[in-house]
């Protein structure tokens, strides 16, 4: 980190130039079927040493090594649910809501994730890109878990049951803190869609049905609106 400063780069800028890179990366590997599908994670540690040049270090592995590359990563399998996760997963459970999450991660890594915050999350109810060889946003991607979600017709596994009825237009709930994939969803009528307000850019990703500035407050906004 103090190296980082030290050439003023803020760490909090590097961390989000490195992902939104792989983001990237990955995507475009995935949409052009080049080299078959790549998992997000073997793009995104190797990107390491190329976002340090791009953000001004001339000699990137003179910079740092391997070593720092290995702890950056590290610290990546061992994040921390957004603040409100916690609270945000009650509240839609206890309103007869089954969550479910869909990740372009593996699917080991973000289970750690919950299970750290303490929250209960089903195996089955974790879903990756890794398990249909599709990367987000493609629209393609969608298509698989849409189908599981359908065939789940109400069977229950202790989250609520609103989630595993038969899906119907206007049935389902899309989270996103992803503009992109707010967007796409909306265009594939995926249901209601909530965001994070944010720095949202409406003018060219539209308008979501829910627009909240805490987890916790976009899962009661949804609550009522699903009621409505």
């Known amino acids: ?41 073997k793009v995104f540690a190797p ?22 590359e290995d702890i950056m990563m590290g610290s990546f399998s061992t994040l921390q649910l957004r603040p409100g996760a916690s609270a945000c997963i009650s509240h839609l459970r206890a309103h007869g809501f089954r969550v479910w999450c869909y990740t372009a991660g593996d699917v080991s890594t973000v289970a750690a994730y919950f299970a750290d915050a303490g929250i209960e999350m089903p195996v089955r109810n974790l879903l990756s890109c890794d398990m249909y060889g599709v990367g987000k946003p493609d629209k393609e991607s969608y298509t698989p878990v849409l189908e599981l979600l359908k065939k789940e017709n109400g069977d229950g596994d202790g989250d609520g049951g609103r989630g595993g009825e038969e899906v119907e ?27 994070f307000k944010g720095a949202w850019c409406s003018r060219f990703f539209g308008e979501m049905d829910v627009m909240a500035d805490s987890l916790l407050e976009m899962a009661k906004m949804v609550v009522v609106k699903a009621g409505s």
């Open 169 to 195: 237009e206007g049935g389902r709930s899309f989270g996103s803190l992803q503009r992109i994939c707010g967007m796409l969803a909306r265009r594939e009528n995926l249901g209601m869609f909530k965001m």
């Open 1 to 41: 980190m103090r190296q980082l400063r030290a050439e003023g780069i803020k760490p909090m800028l590097f961390g989000y130039a490195w992902i939104e890179t792989a983001e990237r990366e990955y995507t475009y590997l995935s949409i052009s079927s080049t080299p078959g599908y790549t998992p997000f994670l």
């Open 47 to 68: 990107l390491f040493y190329r976002v340090l040049w791009l953000s001004g270090i001339s000699e990137p592995r003179e910079f740092a090594s391997d070593e720092d």
